[in-house]
C-alpha cells in the first residue's frame, strides 16, 4: 500500500488554501500520528482500500466521501473528523467508523449512508441529518454522545441515533428534526439490566397518521394523541430487548400538556403504557415509564388518558334499602353497571336503585366527546334486615290495658307512643279507647331495621272475664309484692261493688265501689290464712263474677 507522509499531505492542502481541493488517498495509507494534524479545504475521498491512521485530528471543510471498501480508518486509532465548514456531507458507497465525530461550522451536517462513531460523536449545536439512514455510536461509555444547546440528530422512517449500552446509567439521545416546525424533543433511555444491548430513537416530527399510525385508533380511554410528532424507539432493531426506563422530554407551552405515554402495540393500536412519572419544568418537561420491554413497534408518543373516577354510594346497606349512586366528575353521558349488566345509559349522573345484595359491584363508564373514563364503585354488603312480630289483632273493652308483645330483633320501639308504657320495651301495656294500629320497629346486631303492625280494637261487648284482670291470691306481708288485692280495669265498670265471703258464707269485706283494695284484714284483724270468695257486682252491665281469693301468710 502506498504510504504520504504527513508533511507532504499537510503541504499540499495548504499550498492551494483558496482553491476548492479535493483530498484522495487513492488506495493509501495516510497516518497522523499524537500532536499532529490535516486541514482539507475542500472534500476527501478515500478509494481503492485506502486508510487513514488518525491518533489526533482531520479537519474537514468539505464533504467526507469513502468509496475506499473499507470503514476508512484504522480501527484501533481513533482520532478526529472535525466537519468545519456548512451544510457538509458524510456520503459515498462504504460506511465510515469514525473514532471521534466532531460538529462544527455552521449549518446541517448530513449523512448519506449510515455512520459509525466508535468513541465520540459530539453534536455541539448542529443538526445532524441522516434521512432514512443512522449513525450508530458503538461506544457504551455514558458521555459517548454529547451537545451544546440544542445539537440534535434528524431522521426518516427508521432512521435515527443508535447506542451500544452495558451499564444501568442513563443513556442521552439528543433527537430532533427541522421539517416544518423545528422541535427539539430528546429522550433518555435507561437500562434496566448491565448487558450489551443496542437501543435507537428517531423522532417523527409528523402526525403519526401519516406514518401509518393513525391517533383515532387507540384504546377507547385515550382521549389525545399528540398529533405534532412522535418517537421511534427500537431495541437491537426488532423484540422485547432489554427493559428500560425512557424518559420523553417535551415542552409543556408549545406541545401542550401532556399527562401519559402511549404505545403503537397489540391490535395494533394507541394504548397507555401505564404509570409514569411526570415532572413539570422550564424550558423542557418529562414524562417517564419505567421498566418498558415491549419494543416489537417502535411507535411512542405522548397523549391524556382520562382519568379513573370514583362512583359514590354506600357500600353497606340492609336488604331492600333504595340506595343512589352519584358521579361527580363532568361527562357527556352516564352508563352504570352491576357486573356485567348494564343497568342505566343516560345523561344523568346518578342511579337510583334497592334491589342490590351481597357481592353486587357498582362501576361506571363516564362519555365524553372524545374518549370514555372508567369509574369504580364498591363491592355491595347487604345485612339482612329483621323480622319483626307485633302479635296478632286483638279485640279489648274500651280503656282497658292490653299487653303488646313483640319479637324479632334486639331494639324495640312502639308507636303510637302516647298510649303505651314503655315506648322501647319488647313488651309493654297499652291503654285504648278507640281502634288503634300500633307500630313496632324492630332492629338487629346491624342496625337493620323493619317494621310490623298489630290492631287493637274496642268494643263494649267483652266478657268482663277478658276485659278484668282477677288475682286469685294475695300475700299481705308486708313485702310490697302482692299484698293487697288489685283487681286491673275495674274502673272500666264505675258502678261496681265488691264482697268478700269465708268459706261458711260469713261477709268478711264490701265496698262499692271499690276503691281501697282489701289487704286481708276483717275489722282491722289479719284474717288467717286460706280460702276466701269474692262477688264483683259490675252493676252498670248487670254482672256478677265470682270466684276463690286465696290468703298466704
Known amino acids: 500500500m502506498k504510504q504520504f507522509p504527513l508533511l507532504i499531505m499537510s503541504m499540499l492542502v495548504c499550498a ?25 479545504h475542500g472534500d476527501y475521498e478515500s ?77 455541539n449545536d448542529h443538526e445532524f441529518s441522516l434521512d432514512t439512514n443512522t449513525v450508530t455510536v458503538t461506544n457504551p461509555a ?17 432512521g435515527g441515533l443508535a447506542r451500544n449500552t452495558n451499564s444501568l446509567g442513563e443513556y442521552w439521545f439528543p433527537v430532533g428534526s427541522n421539517v416544518g416546525t423545528f422541535r427539539y424533543r430528546p429522550i433518555i433511555v435507561t437500562p434496566s439490566l448491565a448487558n450489551a444491548w443496542v437501543y435507537k430513537v428517531r423522532m417523527a416530527n409528523v402526525d403519526p397518521t401519516l406514518e401509518g399510525f393513525d391517533t383515532e385508533v387507540r384504546q377507547p380511554t385515550i382521549c389525545v394523541v399528540n398529533e405534532n410528532y412522535y418517537h421511534r424507539i427500537f431495541s437491537n432493531g426488532t423484540g422485547s430487548g432489554n427493559p428500560a426506563s425512557l424518559r420523553f422530554y417535551y415542552d409543556d407551552l408549545a406541545d401542550g400538556a401532556f399527562e401519559n405515554i402511549l404505545h403503537w402495540q397489540n391490535l395494533p393500536q394507541w394504548e397507555d403504557v401505564g404509570t409514569v412519572s411526570n415532572i413539570i ?30 362512583v359514590l354510594g354506600l357500600d353497606e346497606f340492609c336488604l331492600g334499602d333504595t340506595i343512589t349512586f352519584t358521579i361527580l366528575e363532568n361527562f357527556n353521558g352516564y352508563q352504570f353497571y352491576n357486573g356485567d349488566q348494564l343497568l342505566q345509559d343516560s345523561i344523568l349522573n346518578t342511579y337510583t336503585i334497592n334491589n342490590l345484595v351481597s357481592g353486587d359491584s357498582i362501576w361506571a363508564i363516564g362519555i365524553d366527546s372524545t374518549c370514555i373514563a372508567y369509574g369504580s364503585g364498591p363491592v ?29 330483633g334486639l331494639d324495640y320501639e312502639w308507636y303510637p307512643d302516647t298510649v303505651v308504657a314503655c315506648v322501647y320495651c319488647q313488651n309493654t301495656l297499652a291503654n285504648v279507647f278507640e281502634d288503634t294500629e300500633f307500630f313496632l320497629t324492630v332492629g338487629n346486631e346491624y342496625g337493620c331495621k323493619a317494621v310490623d303492625t298489630v290492631w287493637i280494637y274496642t268494643s263494649a261487648e267483652i ?55 282489701w289487704n286481708g284484714t276483717y275489722n282491722g284483724t289479719d284474717s288467717p290464712a286460706g280460702t276466701y270468695y269474692y262477688l264483683i257486682k259490675l252493676n252498670n252491665i248487670g254482672e256478677v263474677l265470682t270466684g276463690p281469693l286465696t290468703v298466704i301468710r
Open 16 to 40: 492551494n488554501l483558496f482553491a476548492q481541493l479535493s483530498l484522495s488517498n487513492r488506495g493509501g495509507l495516510i497516518s497522523i500520528k499524537q500532536g499532529g494534524f490535516i486541514s482539507v
Open 142 to 158: 455514558l458521555t459517548a454522545v454529547t451537545n451544546i444547546g440544542d445539537g440534535y440528530v434528524s431522521s426518516l422512517n427508521n
Open 380 to 408: 355491595l354488603t347487604a345485612f339482612p334486615v329483621p323480622v319483626p312480630d307485633a302479635g296478632r289483632d286483638t279485640t279489648v273493652y274500651f280503656g282497658a290495658d292490653v299487653t303488646l308483645v313483640g319479637n324479632g
Open 281 to 310: 419544568g422550564s424550558p423542557f418537561s418529562t414524562l417517564e415509564v419505567t421498566n418498558w420491554a415491549n419494543f416489537s413497534t417502535p411507535a411512542f408518543a405522548l397523549g391524556n388518558v382520562s382519568k379513573p373516577f370514583e
Open 463 to 517: 266478657d268482663p272475664r277478658e276485659v278484668l284482670n282477677i288475682p286469685n291470691a294475695i300475700t299481705p306481708n308486708g313485702d310490697g309484692v302482692n299484698d293487697s288485692w288489685n283487681i286491673r280495669n275495674l274502673s272500666l265498670y264505675p258502678d261496681n261493688e265488691i264482697i268478700i265471703l269465708n268459706r261458711w258464707g260469713s261477709e268478711m269485706y264490701r265496698q262499692g265501689p271499690y276503691t281501697r283494695n
Open 47 to 123: 478509494t481503492e482500500n485506502g486508510l487513514v491512521d488518525n491518533t489526533d485530528s482531520i479537519f474537514l471543510y468539505g464533504d467526507w466521501i469513502n468509496n475506499a471498501g473499507n470503514t476508512g480508518f484504522n480501527p484501533n486509532a481513533g482520532g478526529t473528523v472535525i466537519l468545519n465548514d456548512d451544510a457538509q456531507r458524510i456520503t459515498g458507497a462504504d460506511v465510515t467508523h469514525f473514532g471521534r465525530l466532531d460538529l462544527r461550522g455552521t449549518d446541517v451536517k448530513y449523512g448519506d449512508l449510515d455512520v459509525v462513531v466508535d468513541e465520540e460523536l459530539l453534536l
